[in-house]
C-alpha cells in the first residue's frame, strides 16, 4: 500500500471574536475569516476535517490580543493535536477594521 499526501482546505470560515489590543476590540466582537490549507499523509487513520473546523473555533474562546498570538497558537498546538499534518498554512483576515481593505495575516508550518 503507498502513502499519499492529501490536502484539506478550510475556506472563508467566519467567526465573530475577540481579538485586537485596542480598547473597542477588546469590548466587542468583530468577524474574522479563516482560510487553510493542511497536507497530510492518511496512514492509519483519516484527518476528520470536522474535528479541524470545531478546534480552529474553540482556539478563539481564548480572546487573544493580537493576530500574531492566535497565529503563534496554531503554529504549537496544530502540530499536537493532529500529529498527521505534515505543512500547513493558516491565515486570519479581520474584515471590519478598515472600510477599504482587510487586514490579514498569515503563518506556516513548518
Known sequence: MSIKN???SLEDLELE?????????RE???????????????????????????FIKNAFNQKFLLLEDALEYFYREIPRNFPQIERFSLR???????????????????
Do not use: T, W
Not at 17 to 25: D, F, H, Q, S, T
Not at 92 to 110: A, G, H, N
Open 6 to 8: 492529501y490536502e484539506i
Open 17 to 25: 471574536v475577540i481579538i485586537g489590543i485596542l480598547e473597542k476590540e
Open 28 to 54: 466587542n466582537k468583530q468577524k474574522i475569516k479563516i482560510d487553510a490549507r493542511f497536507i497530510y499523509q492518511k496512514k492509519e487513520e483519516f484527518l476528520d476535517y470536522r474535528h479541524l473546523r470545531e
Open 92 to 110: 486570519i483576515c479581520k474584515l471590519e477594521i478598515f472600510e477599504d481593505c482587510k487586514v490579514c495575516m498569515q503563518i506556516s508550518y513548518p
